[in-house]
């Protein structure tokens, strides 16, 4: 390597300013996690009560098995059994309820405090649930050796690369949710109730997501509309990859990108104007 | 009987009149109900599309089951949303001190001292469908008016349900998310209950009885109705509203007030 004195030194500067920044930065989301994991753990019996909420999938895998045993739906009752406890698993990765926090900390002023660090209070909402995932994970866990136990006919066990491929895509899911509900979450600076757009937006992610049926058995007009919305890559493309059934990976990652970078420009353009708005009430 | 009467006309008329306060909100309300049934549907037309039916119930059957669904969706979100989710906040905050002081029943108080409009228009569309439905197979008046039974015992047990769960805050403080868990589980009564495989019909019969809320009304409406069954249901409603009394006065023996 031929460098000068002078671009070393360059270099070096660099590295001398980024360096710390990185570290910096590294300690502040390892002391936030490590913070909100233990509030998140303090609450156990609650976060129980919130894993045994998400029924609603095993509900439908009822219904499911059973509609598959007499009729043609092009999956058997063992894929839907799989497909289900799939979907559940991925909706335990990616329940967000920012926007309940957001809009709370609006309303009684609490944001001001927030503004007053260095920090983006995004970073705490998304350290909360991030933490909360890790603290979730063990009574998840515990179900799904329960379903195995009761449905040993549905075991399976995904490869080491489909289970790689599934980690990296549920926190893809992750944040393109979480960045939803942020976004929606901006309109508490200007509108009361800013929940009640996410109770609404919430039916189409409940009847589109693939918590409800599989994508496999929409009409296919229905099915090529809403593979363009966002909506079934937090359920059921996960999902789907997690027990195998085919999916066009390269397409997805593509849309999930998209719109994940769509949500992010009307967030922090929401997140500008809503700053100038904001009054601190109550603060 | 008769304060109580004009007490509850008190809280009901002065409910309303804040909540018309937000006319929005209400507009947002019927919006997402109308989704909210649009979407029901639609997961039932999957079922339905290729010639699959549940056992004995043709496409206008399965409806009914789901109109009373949305009917009693409509009445908890009227009824006993608003007000049982209000408990933990009075254990938690010590507010509830206040209402046992009141000279009146303190679950009547609790259980009714608000309504929320914003249920109406699920009990509105819930009305529809059955209605429609209803016309279609042709179905006599006698049958709707005898539903009103099993309807108001479905009502029943899901209220106290509900009531015994909340009262649990006394103990669990932070526990609100329990009824989260019994309205998970009540999702299951949008369809009739020969959908479900064996164990989970055990289940929703005799440990969360969703079978009781939807399925036997419906049955009823639809004019094949089982004496048995709507017995059961009046039993278990009698059952279990005496149980929540119970229940509350055990509870209350517990109670240390939190900030006084």
């Known amino acids: 390597m031929t460098m000068n004195k002078s671009q070393v030194k360059g270099e070096k500067h660099v590295l001398s300013s980024i360096l710390p920044a990185f570290q910096r930065n590294l300690r502040i989301a390892g002391t936030l996690l490590s913070v909100y994991y233990a509030y998140m753990v303090e609450y156990r019996a609650e976060l129980l009560l919130w ?3 998400g029924s609603l999938p095993i509900i439908l895998m009822g219904l499911w098995v059973e509609a598959a045993r007499s009729g043609q739906f092009g999956l058997t009752s063992v894929d839907f059994a799989r497909y289900f406890l799939a979907a559940f698993i991925a909706r335990q990765f990616t329940v967000v309820w ?11 002023g609490r944001l001001s405090f927030r503004l007053l660090q260095p920090l983006n209070p995004i970073w705490h909402h998304f350290a909360s649930h991030a933490a909360e995932r890790l603290a979730r994970l063990p009574f998840a866990f515990g179900l799904i050796v329960l379903f195995f136990l009761l449905y040993p006919q549905a075991f399976w066990l995904p490869s080491p690369t489909t289970l790689a491929l ?3 895509v549920i926190i893809l899911a992750f944040a393109l949710r979480f960045l939803m509900q942020y976004t929606l979450a901006m309109f508490a600076f200007w509108i009361e109730r800013a929940s009640a757009l996410e109770q609404f937006w919430f039916l189409f992610y409940l009847f589109l997501s693939g918590l409800v049926a599989p994508l496999e058995v929409f009409p296919p007009l229905v099915r090529e509309i809403v593979l363009w919305t966002p909506f079934p890559y937090l359920i059921y493309f996960p999902a789907s990859l997690l027990v195998g059934l085919p999916v066009n990976l390269g397409k997805s990652l593509l849309v999930i990108v998209i719109w994940t970078v769509l949500f992010f420009l009307a967030y922090r353009w929401l997140w500008r104007r809503g700053l100038r708005q904001y009054s601190g009430m109550g603060a | 009987m008769g304060r109580y009467w004009q007490v509850l006309t008190l809280f009901w008329t002065t409910a309303i009149a804040a909540e018309l306060e937000y006319r929005v909100n209400f507009l947002l309300a019927a919006l997402s109900s109308l989704g909210g049934l649009a979407g029901s549907l639609f997961g039932l037309f ?7 039916t549940f056992a004995g119930w043709s496409w206008e059957q399965a409806l009914v089951v789901l109109g009373v669904f949305t009917l009693l ?3 908890s979100s009227t009824f006993l949303a608003p007000n049982l989710n209000r408990i933990v906040r009075h254990i938690q905050q010590g507010t509830l001190d206040f209402v046992l002081l009141k000279p009146i029943n303190s679950q009547f108080w609790l259980s009714t001292h608000t309504l929320s409009p914003w249920g109406f228009p699920d009990l509105v569309f819930g009305l529809i469908v059955i209605f429609y439905a209803g016309m279609r197979l042709g179905l006599h008046a006698r049958d709707y008016l005898l539903s009103l039974v099993p309807i108001l015992f479905g009502s029943l047990i899901l209220y106290s349900l509900w009531f015994i769960l909340g009262a649990t805050s006394i103990w669990f403080v932070k526990i609100y998310n329990v009824t989260e868990v019994l309205r ?3 999702e299951a009564g949008r369809f009739p209950m020969v959908a479900y495989p064996t164990a989970y019909r055990f289940f929703f019969t005799f440990v969360v009885p969703v079978a009781f ?5 419906a049955e009823v409406i639809l004019g094949r109705g089982e004496m048995g069954w709507t017995l059961g249901a009046g039993g278990l409603a009698i059952a279990l509203l005496f149980a929540s009394r119970a229940f509350w006065q055990f509870a209350l023996r517990f109670y240390t007030s939190a900030s006084s």
């Open chain 2, 213 to 217: 809320l939807t399925t036997v009304p």
């Open chain 1, 166 to 168: 599934f980690m990296v």
């Open chain 2, 46 to 52: 999957l079922f339905y599309q290729n010639d699959y």
């Open chain 1, 98 to 108: 920012v926007i309940w926090e957001f809009e709370r900390e609006i309303v009684e």
């Open chain 1, 51 to 53: 894993v045994l909420s």
């Open chain 2, 73 to 75: 969706q409509g009445f």
């Open chain 2, 184 to 186: 998970g589980l009540l």
